[in-house]
């Protein structure tokens, strides 16, 4: 049904402190989880002393000491905070905490650099009562910081959290599953765009037995929200060819932009880095 629907769960509410810059700075929403993994007391070893968000943010290169302050103020007293379930967001908080993009210069960059390769394990929702289950993610995130400062490999950790991820939405469905019913799962929103996380969903749903639908013709980020509004899908409404493709133009657009400015972003990454292999090099002979 097209036009109704009723929301059964999501990942764990987040406050997204600072407007529109916290959907490009992904170091802020990074802050906000793993303060919130603090404030909900996560437990550690006897022999370890618990960290503090200041330490974290610092070791981690996630902001100054002005920022950290500043961005706490707003978390503490609610102010410019928007309530947030995006998993977009923890993605930009995953790639800050593990040194790939501590900001992002167009929609979706964050997940699409983070480098992939490391084994996988399994994590589940909290299924709660029959009303909204929560999916927890700032406890990992916790844990994902503190095994990055230990010294283990950023991609096998980037991996790892790609892993996760795809257990919870699985989990999710399955908890969806056994409230309703159904077993049909439509996959959609800007993560499906991460062919790998979309991979790891899918085989594993079809795993469980379910029906799963993708997008094939539209984009499953903000620009399928602009065909959805040229083409009202209801069987009493029939979009018009020339509103049908200017929404495929713009879907278009979109897509190109953004790959403009992904690849521009990942040139500059390799020129940064070869300056910095001269700069050794020029060292060494002298």
Same mark, same amino acid.
């Given at each position: 049904?097209?036009?109704?629907?009723?929301?059964?769960?999501?990942?764990?509410?987040?406050?997204?402190?600072?407007?529109?810059?916290?959907?490009?700075?992904?170091?802020?929403?990074?802050?906000?989880?793993?303060?919130?993994?603090?404030?909900?007391?996560?437990? $550690?070893?006897?022999?370890?002393?618990?960290?503090?968000?200041?330490?974290?943010?610092?070791?981690?290169?996630?902001?100054?000491?002005?920022?950290?302050?500043?961005?706490?103020?707003?978390?503490?007293?609610?102010?410019?905070?928007?309530?947030?379930?995006?998993?977009?967001?923890? $993605?930009?908080?995953?790639?800050?905490?593990?040194?790939?993009?501590?900001?992002?210069?167009?929609?979706?960059?964050?997940?699409?650099?983070?480098?992939?390769?490391?084994?996988?394990?399994?994590?589940?929702?909290?299924?709660?009562?029959?009303?909204?289950?929560?999916?927890?993610?700032?406890?990992?995130?916790?844990?994902?910081?503190?095994?990055?400062?230990?010294?283990?490999?950023?991609?096998?950790?980037?991996?790892?959290?790609?892993?996760?991820?795809?257990?919870?939405?699985?989990?999710?469905?399955?908890?969806?599953?056994?409230?309703?019913?159904?077993?049909?799962?439509?996959?959609?929103?800007?993560?499906?765009?991460?062919?790998?996380?979309?991979?790891?969903?899918?085989?594993?749903?079809?795993?469980?037995? $379910?029906?799963?639908?993708?997008?094939?013709?539209?984009?499953?980020?903000?620009?399928?929200?602009?065909?959805?509004?040229?083409?009202? =899908?209801?069987?009493?409404?029939?979009?018009?060819?020339?509103?049908?493709?200017?929404?495929?133009?713009?879907?278009?657009?979109? =897509?190109?932009?953004?790959?403009?400015?992904?690849?521009?972003?990942?040139?500059?990454?390799?020129?940064?880095?070869?300056?910095?292999?001269?700069?050794?090099?020029?060292?060494?002979?002298?």
């Amino acid at each position: 049904d097209v036009h109704e629907f009723e929301r059964a769960g999501s990942i764990e509410v987040f406050p997204q402190a600072g407007g529109d810059a916290s959907s490009k700075e992904g170091w802020r929403i990074a802050v906000s989880l793993l303060k919130q993994a603090l404030d909900e007391g996560e437990a $550690f070893p006897d022999s370890l002393p618990a960290p503090t968000l200041e330490d974290l943010a610092r070791s981690l290169g996630l902001c100054d000491p002005t920022q950290l302050s500043f961005l706490e103020a707003q978390i503490e007293g609610n102010i410019n905070c928007v309530p947030s379930t995006s998993a977009g967001r923890v $993605f930009d908080a995953a790639s800050a905490i593990l040194g790939f993009r501590r900001e992002s210069t167009c929609e979706g960059e964050a997940s699409m650099v983070t480098p992939l390769d490391a084994p996988t394990f399994l994590f589940g929702a909290d299924p709660g009562d029959d009303s909204l289950f929560r999916l927890p993610t700032a406890a990992f995130l916790l844990d994902l910081a503190l095994r990055s400062l230990d010294g283990e490999s950023p991609d096998k950790l980037a991996y790892e959290f790609h892993l996760f991820l795809a257990d919870l939405i699985v989990s999710g469905c399955i908890l969806c599953r056994e409230r309703s019913g159904r077993n049909t799962v439509a996959l959609s929103g800007g993560v499906f765009q991460n062919l790998l996380l979309t991979d790891l969903v899918v085989n594993s749903l079809e795993e469980n037995d $379910f029906q799963v639908l993708t997008h094939s013709l539209s984009a499953p980020n903000d620009g399928g929200i602009v065909l959805r509004r040229q083409n009202p =899908a209801s069987p009493s409404e029939t979009a018009s060819r020339e509103a049908h493709e200017a929404s495929q133009r713009a879907v278009g657009l979109v =897509a190109l932009r953004c790959q403009w400015q992904n690849k521009r972003s990942l040139e500059q990454e390799e020129t940064r880095s070869i300056a910095k292999r001269s700069k050794r090099a020029r060292r060494l002979c002298f």
